[in-house]
Nanobody
Framework: EVKLVESGGGLVQPGGSLRLTCRASGFDLDDYAVAWFLQAPGKRREAVACIEYTIGRTLYEDPWKDRFTISRSNAKNTVYLQMNNLKAEDSGTYYC??????????????WGQGAQVTVSS
């Protein structure tokens, strides 16, 4: 079965860290650009970060560019999102998505089920 599965979400205090994992099954993730999106309650889904398939070039949106890091392990068919210095505004559902083209060229081909992240004291 072709799918993406996110893991690593949970409850964390402000200023803490989490690492989200996006693992692919049924296809080789190293052939795809992979992006992380956040859908916060009451807001539309927005891009957080993306890693291209060619040489691992990365893109970050402004709210997360100094705190989050996207990376991949081709051997493990996995992409990570390291989330540091978390804020309450970072809370929501995080989705990973894979595209056979490079980052944000068009619609993404595959989406994960989402992982919940709650930042609260």
């Amino acid at each position: 079965e072709v799918k993406l599965v996110e893991s690593g979400g949970g409850l964390v205090q402000p200023g803490g860290s989490l690492r989200l994992t996006c693992r692919a099954s049924g296809f080789d993730l190293d052939d795809y650009a992979v992006a992380w999106f956040l859908q916060a309650p009451g807001k539309r889904r927005e891009a957080v970060a993306c890693i291209e398939y060619t040489i691992g070039r990365t893109l970050y949106e402004d709210p997360w560019k100094d705190r989050f890091t996207i990376s991949r392990s081709n051997a493990k068919n996995t992409v990570y999102l390291q989330m540091n210095n978390l804020k309450a505004e970072d809370s929501g559902t995080y989705y990973c998505a894979a595209d056979y083209n490079n980052c944000h060229i068009g619609d993404y081909d595959y989406w994960g089920q989402g992982a919940q992240v709650t930042v609260s004291s």
